[in-house]
DNA sequence: AACGATTTGTACGTATGTATG
DNA sequence: ACATACATACGTACAAATCGT
């Protein structure tokens, strides 16, 4: 039931590199066969004969493939169809932030940038579709924040799952994987800044003013709100500019 | 001068693959002696020796990198820090929307959803930063729309052009890129959807619409003049899944 | 628990294509 | 035209992980 539409490569017709032709040729496997998610590709081997290339090729291919997340490699398993994450805007993202935050942030100030505006954006439809479930866990998720502050301990994972929680009932995965993928990359970012104490407290504060203008019904409010939140950790990329 | 940390790698210590190992030990390289895009990394040989793995291993960390855009290539030149576009993102989200367009176009639709919060969100300051110049030729865009669309013909690249320049005054580089990616995504998958002739008129329409409100001077205008802008292509996400 | 079959991971060798001088 | 340096491609052999018997 081999597919790969075994065409041997026309002639001298090579346009770009090998591994380019058989990654192509992958995905086009995967459309064609209508395959999902965590389906079963063909093994090297087979792909091997299939596009006519050599192992190294393939290999190549499909490790180009799998750090799009395209395709997912298991050891002495298999190869299958990926989960299709934005991990490579993640890594591409994060990394052109760690390489400028050598000397300013401008990218990690354009990270924020872009978090602000989304969030911004879509506090007014998030008011409409937040249910009393959600709002109480936003509630409970900021409470945390403060008594962590209060410890003088930080709260990562509670911040990424504030801001998680406030943009799921939207009901669009892309926004969704986007606010992880932003938030990742600022973590990720972020910590080559110095962070002062105060500024922690001050931010546990100001998610709960997210949570109460969401109470409120409040747009307007809501909206500066997410700008103040984000006050903190401007102002720290402004510090690292000129200390 | 080569500074690759050649620590072999102590005993019995394996984490993941050679593979990942190698592209962190690359990405280390250029964060520690400050690589810029565009210059020149060690040949894959003196990789192998800085760290003590094999050609192959190498070259699928390197593909990996070069997938990401983290590094780039040239046959027969050598290999130099990459450009840090967001091409990951663009191939990524793509094939994701192909894959699931096949049947719905969900993500299709989720990348309209955020194209127009951006667009939305930034469209208040995109006015204050649009100076004369800007607005002339954003106009000019949107006759050569018309122009094109009264011709019965398509107009991409005009349209990409309007969009960048709808964001460019605002000198946010992230913003500019994530622009042009969700632009290309749409530009990938949208071509599986019948598109009526109409409706390039109307978009043509749409994008004077946005012209206007921006002469004008007016925030709420333009926010509601871009939301119609995203109507013709909504609609026919909405036409494919039931026809 | 142990073994073998399958599949991916790593290593090495050789030849070829490509850009520079 | 030639030489050098580099990436590309192929093939083979063996190691490591996973699964089923």
């Known amino acids: ?16 590199p090998r591994r380019q032709e058989v990654a192509t040729r992958i995905k086009e496997y995967i459309l064609r066969n209508r395959l999902k998610p965590g389906n079963l590709l063909p093994t090297e081997i087979e792909l091997c004969e299939a596009v006519g290339a050599s192992r190294s090729s393939v290999r190549e291919a499909v490790k180009i493939l799998s750090a799009l997340d395209i395709v997912e490699v298991r050891h ?5 169809v990926g989960r299709m994450s934005l991990n490579a805007l993640v890594e591409s993202l994060a990394f052109r932030g760690l390489l400028s935050g050598e000397e300013d942030h401008h990218v990690l100030g354009q990270v924020v940038d872009v978090r602000q505006t989304l969030e911004q954006g879509l506090a007014a439809q998030a008011i409409d579709v937040l249910d009393e479930e959600h709002r109480a866990e936003l509630s409970a998720l900021a409470d945390e924040m403060e008594n962590l502050a209060a410890q003088g301990k930080d709260f990562l994972e509670v911040d990424r799952a504030f801001h998680l929680k406030l943009m799921e009932p939207l009901g669009n995965d892309l926004i969704l994987q986007l606010t992880e993928a932003f938030w990742q990359v600022q973590a990720i970012v972020a910590p080559t800044l110095r962070t002062e104490p105060e500024d922690r407290v001050i931010t546990a504060q100001r998610h709960r003013a997210i949570v109460d203008a969401v109470a409120a019904g409040d747009p307007a409010g809501l909206r500066s709100a997410i700008a103040e939140h984000y006050a903190p950790i401007r102002a720290s990329i402004a510090r690292a500019v000129q200390p």
């Open 1 to 16: 039931m081999t597919t790969i539409d075994a065409t041997p490569l026309r002639g001298t017709e090579r346009p770009g």
């Open 76 to 80: 002495g398993h298999g190869t299958f």
